[in-house]
């Protein structure tokens, strides 16, 4: 009896906290019952757009509110803007948050903005390949531009015209007082919805790239109190106008005078011109990196400083007053908690006799463990191979590898399974040929000792297992899909911290999934199962929890080790002033993306080895770990990244 009711306590102990942080989060961001928040769906012609409503109290058809619109960055969705929506509703702003084109739970994908055969950064050359990489190549060129440059461009706003119809529509929103802003690829979507409504009466750019005036009718088309929040370590050329450093763009006449409208110079975090006449400008300098600008502290008060300025608003709150870091705390518990549940599930699902055989501890003896110098030698290998391909093939995946695009839907994924791939059939040819004719021979290594079968029969596969393995991942995981569903009807959150990470799939999504699982399981499989825990299997330690954080620390360092690798090479020529290193070493094609996405690479993967290791411990077993890991890692993938 005690062996289940130690594991049920503590199931039902992770079960409870994860409700009560959702529960608080929910009040969080209704502003304690402040704010009114929906979601839902409007139909355009080409499909429906998905969005998130925040709407204060005070707001209502007698009395309609000032209204800003937000639109989201590459690779994120509705929820990543939640800290401007809970900010802005909290000052009586009634916000709309949408998921644009490819992204979240709108039907379109990104093909929905277009492209053509010229790239704004060098308008001399044509560039070809396929129609993923061109679309993402377009993502600066607007359909306001002048023909010769926009022509095959069909909404660059990613659904933001509609969106801002729809605000307006509403009954409860004067039409007269409505903001934009956008984050990255939103602020290329902020520009174009603010040329299409001149009446608008503010833009926030989160790291935007500004316009030059020659590319469209600059005498005609007006854009009204533009504020531009600038990382100062964005890992995007074109957000620091094609120069290696944010410093020193004060200067240029780009932004001075084209975009400032001032004869000389400016300064940093200076507001220049009037709201009165639509002329405001500013400059607001970030210590931060191109992602974490959404939440920026120093950010968010400047918004809220331009928004309420340009729109008229009066409030109580200081500017630098916010709520929304606790959400995304009490967020983020929610997501462990739900994570650390599958851990004692486990141990309750092997106390049914149908999953009994799963139950195992790893068994080897220590002259058939890998030498210390064979092991060092073969982690070096591991990090520099993943750490030296992972910029090239990333981004040969992401937007030219030909793979069928109406299968193979999700952009950055195709960059993280070349990757991924290429490091797998290395992997298996170095083990395959270790295990038949090196090393491993000679020390009489079975596939027992690699976690590939039961003590009784070492050297044959059991098929059973695998695929008991394989159903009880598919249980775990499902659980805490269910708890995700739940969590979305009940309080309108998912798990995440601050991106996405685990939320409920639409149809398409479900289906991309499927399509995706086999290489993640392959990958997870070979390199974080047989490799990490078989071929270069560590002793045991005297305490169980001694083990454990040992063997998880090993496994990231393997695992991560390259990645890490990869991170030091970028940011400290960048804190050196020197440039984004990838820029430096290998060109701007190289950076961008695959660069910024490793500050959620790293603790993402840290997590799932944590979990991976105590499934081996408690089992014996690759399969289980391998298989819960692979599953999650491609519902982050294909739940919450961008659809062609």
């Known amino acids: 009896m005690k062996q289940i009711s130690k594991p049920l306590i503590v199931f039902l102990v992770c079960i409870l906290v994860m409700a009560l942080s959702m529960w608080f989060a929910s009040l969080v961001q209704t502003g304690f019952g402040a704010v009114s928040v929906h979601t839902g769906y409007f139909e355009v012609p080409d499909g429906r757009i998905a969005y998130k409503l925040y709407v204060p109290k005070e707001a209502s058809p007698s009395r309609p509110g000032p209204a800003v619109l937000i639109m989201h960055g590459y690779q994120n969705d509705k929820e990543t803007s939640a800290a401007y929506g809970i900010e802005l509703a909290r000052r009586g702003i009634v916000a709309l948050s949408i998921d644009e084109f490819g992204h979240g739970n709108t039907s379109i994908g990104m093909r929905g903005h277009g492209y053509t055969n010229r790239k704004i950064s060098n308008l001399n050359n044509t560039i070809s390949g396929p129609e993923r990489f061109l679309t993402m190549m377009n993502f600066s060129t607007l359909e306001f531009f002048n023909p010769d440059i926009s022509t095959g461009i069909k909404d660059s706003s990613m659904g933001g015209k509609d969106a801002y119809r729809f605000l307006q529509g509403l009954d409860f929103v004067d039409p007269e007082r409505i903001g934009i802003t956008g984050h990255s690829m939103g602020t290329w979507s902020s520009w174009t919805v603010g040329a299409a409504f001149p009446e608008h009466r503010a833009i926030v750019l989160q790291c935007g790239e500004l316009l030059v005036p020659e590319y469209y009718d600059a005498a005609h088309i007006k854009f009204n109190n533009v504020l531009l929040i600038q990382a100062r370590y964005d890992e995007f050329d074109y957000f620091r106008d094609y120069q290696r450093n944010v410093a020193g763009l004060e200067k240029t006449p780009l932004r001075y005078r084209d975009f400032m409208g001032q004869d000389s110079p400016v300064a940093w975090n200076r507001t220049y011109g009037s709201f009165a006449d639509g002329s405001a400008r500013r400059m607001e300098l970030l210590q931060n990196n191109h992602r974490l600008a959404t939440h920026d502290g120093r950010a968010l008060t400047a918004a809220m400083y331009w928004l309420t300025g340009a729109l008229g608003v009066q409030t109580s709150l200081a500017d630098s007053s916010h709520i929304y870091m606790i959400k995304e705390m009490l967020v983020l518990t929610a997501m462990l908690a739900a994570l650390a549940s599958l851990l004692p599930a486990l141990l309750l699902l092997t106390r049914l006799r149908f999953f ?43 937007g030219l590898l030909p793979v069928p695009e109406d299968i193979f839907r999700m952009t950055i994924g195709n960059g993280f399974i070349t990757w991924l791939s290429f490091l797998m059939i290395i992997a298996l040819a170095m083990l395959l040929y270790w295990y038949k004719r090196g090393e491993g021979k000679r020390m009489g290594v079975t596939l027992c000792d690699l976690g590939l079968a039961d003590k009784e029969r070492p050297a044959s596969l059991s098929w059973s297992l695998i695929g008991k393995s394989a159903l009880a991942a598919f249980i775990l995981t499902g659980m805490m899909y269910l708890l995700v569903c739940i969590s979305a009807v009940l309080f ?23 399509v995706y699982l086999p290489f993640y399981a392959a990958f997870f499989t070979v390199n974080a199962g047989v490799k990490l825990y078989g071929q270069m299997g560590l002793p045991e330690k005297k305490s169980p929890a001694g083990t454990q954080l040992a063997w998880w620390g090993y496994s990231v360092f393997i695992m991560l080790g390259g990645v890490f690798l990869i991170v030091l090479l970028e940011y400290i020529p960048f804190f050196l002033g020197l440039g984004p290193g990838a820029d430096l070493l290998f060109s701007p094609l190289f950076g961008g993306p695959f660069m910024s996405v490793m500050i959620l690479l790293i603790p993402q993967f840290a997590v799932f080895f944590f979990l991976s290791t105590y499934f081996y411990r408690r089992t014996g077993r690759i399969y289980v770990g391998s298989f819960v890991v692979a599953i999650l890692a491609s519902w982050v993938l294909t739940g919450g990244s961008a659809v062609f």
Do not use: M, N, V, Y
């Not at 009994?356 to 058939?368: N, Q, T």
């Open 492 to 514: 309108q959150l998912d798990f995440r911290f601050i991106w996405p990470f685990f939320r409920p799939f639409t149809g398409e999504r479900l289906g991309q999934f499927f």
């Open 356 to 398: 009994a055989p799963l139950a195992g501890r790893p068994e080897r003896e220590a002259r058939k463990l890998l030498p210390p110098k064979s092991r060092r030698r073969t982690a070096l290998i591991s990090i520099l191979l993943s750490g030296l391909t992972f910029p090239f093939l990333c981004q040969l995946g992401h």
